[in-house]
């Protein structure tokens, strides 16, 4: 099984700032890693795609990064309303994909 | 659209039934997921249907869940057998296209409970 190790487990930030969350797999998943974010009470949503591609609707702030076991998502001018849950997901080993463990934002 | 309903309270080896009701795409022409979430916890894939009508099972429910799909009513479904308490969740299903979750239900949550 390819298990996904993310950190920070939690991050505190201000508006504005800088969020920067880390993904690293636990062996080559070349670009098959994706994010999602997870508002209380709501499902996952999609964010990036393929390491660094961009979803449609998704703010510009959003980007993500990364090849082969290390990976990042980042936020670029955070907002009030990024406070969620947001996960790595990777498909290399399909049907068996995996999840990160989560990193919770909070504003 | 995806629409989850069949969660609720069940005794410890129970049986359940969970369904996804689609709006807007076939559930036979996609490849389908259940993905569970326990209190306070990450993601975990549970299940997969392909869209040819294969199907794979996480080894933590592998023998006990069996996904399903009815094409005519455009549903998808999780049979779920000898429930323990590790079984409560939300359980979300989920589309996979192109290799990622693209559209998921608001989810159901079963709580496996004496």
């Known amino acids: 099984e390819i298990v996904l190790t993310q950190s920070p487990d939690f991050q505190s930030v201000s508006p504005k700032e800088k969020v920067t969350i880390t993904c690293r797999a636990s062996?080559?998943?070349?670009?098959?890693l994706h994010w999602y974010q997870q508002k209380p009470d709501q499902s996952p949503k999609l964010l990036i795609k393929?390491?660094?591609h961009s979803i449609s609707g998704v703010p510009s702030r959003f980007s993500g990064s990364g090849s082969g076991t290390d990976f990042t998502l980042t936020i670029n001018g955070l907002e009030a309303e990024d406070a969620a849950t947001y996960y790595c997901?990777?498909?290399?080993?399909?049907?068996?994909?995996?999840f990160g463990g989560g990193t919770k934002v909070e504003i | 659209q995806l629409v989850e309903t069949g969660g609720g309270l069940m005794q410890p080896g129970g049986s359940l039934r969970l369904s996804c009701g689609s709006s807007?795409?076939?559930?036979?022409?996609?490849?389908m997921v259940w993905v569970r979430q326990a209190p306070g916890k990450g993601l975990e894939l549970v299940s997969v249907?392909?869209?040819?009508?294969?199907?794979d099972y996480a080894e933590s429910v592998r023998g006990r869940f069996t996904i399903s799909r009815d094409n005519s009513k455009n549903i998808l479904y999780l049979q779920m057998s000898s429930l323990s308490a590790e079984d409560t969740a939300v359980y979300y299903c989920?589309?996979?296209?192109?290799?990622?979750?693209?559209?998921w239900g608001q989810g159901t949550l079963v709580t496996v409970s004496s």
């Open positions: 989920a589309r996979r296209l192109s290799g990622v979750f693209d559209l």
């Open positions: 807007g795409f076939a559930v036979s022409n996609a490849y």
């Open positions: 249907i392909f869209s040819g009508g294969g199907t």
């Open positions: 062996q080559n998943i070349g670009s098959t």
């Open positions: 393929y390491a660094s």
């Open positions: 997901h990777q498909s290399s080993s399909s049907p068996s994909d995996t």
